[in-house]
C-alpha cells in the first residue's frame, strides 16, 4: 500500500510562490493518477489539479490555470505542485490523492491521501 507525505506548506506573501511536493512511499507512482485536493476553513474540499499515470496529462481547476503547475518525477517518486502569483483566496489546507489509472475531481473518488500541508497566504 502506498503512503503519501505532503511538505512545502508555509506562509507567503500574495504574489509569491511556493512548491509543494507529495512523496510515495511502499510503493511507486505506477499506474497510479495523482491529484491535489484543497481545504480552506468552512469550506469544502475542491479538486486543485492532477496528473494522470499515462499519458501524463494534466487538468487544472478554473481558479488555478495558469497560475499552478502539476509535474511528475517518477526517479523520486515524487508529486510536486508549482503554485505562482499566489492569492489570499488559496489559502487553504493542500492534500495530495491517488487512484487507480484516470483522474478524477470527486475526492471520494481517492482511497489514498497524505496528511496536508498548510499553506497561507497573507495580503
Keep these: 500500500q502506498v503512503q503519501l507525505v505532503e511538505s512545502g506548506g508555509g506562509l ?3 504574489g509569491g510562490s511556493l ?3 507529495c512523496a510515495a512511499s511502499g510503493r511507486t507512482f505506477t499506474a497510479l493518477a495523482v491529484a491535489w485536493f484543497r481545504q ?7 479538486f486543485v489539479c492532477g496528473i494522470n499515470w499515462s499519458p501524463s496529462t494534466t487538468a487544472y481547476a478554473d481558479s488555478v490555470k495558469g497560475r499552478f503547475t502539476i509535474s511528475r518525477d517518477n526517479a523520486k517518486n ?5 503554485m505562482n ?3 489570499p483566496e488559496d489559502t487553504a489546507v493542500y ?9 478524477r475531481t470527486t475526492p471520494s473518488n481517492y482511497n489514498i491521501w497524505g496528511q496536508g500541508t498548510q499553506v ?4
Design 12 to 14: 507567503v506573501q500574495a
Design 19 to 21: 512548491r509543494l511536493s
Design 40 to 46: 480552506a476553513p468552512g469550506k469544502e474540499r475542491e
Design 78 to 82: 515524487t508529486v510536486y505542485l508549482q
Design 85 to 87: 502569483s499566489l492569492k
Design 95 to 103: 492534500s495530495c490523492a491517488a487512484r487507480a489509472l484516470v483522474l
Design 120 to 123: 497561507t497566504i497573507s495580503s
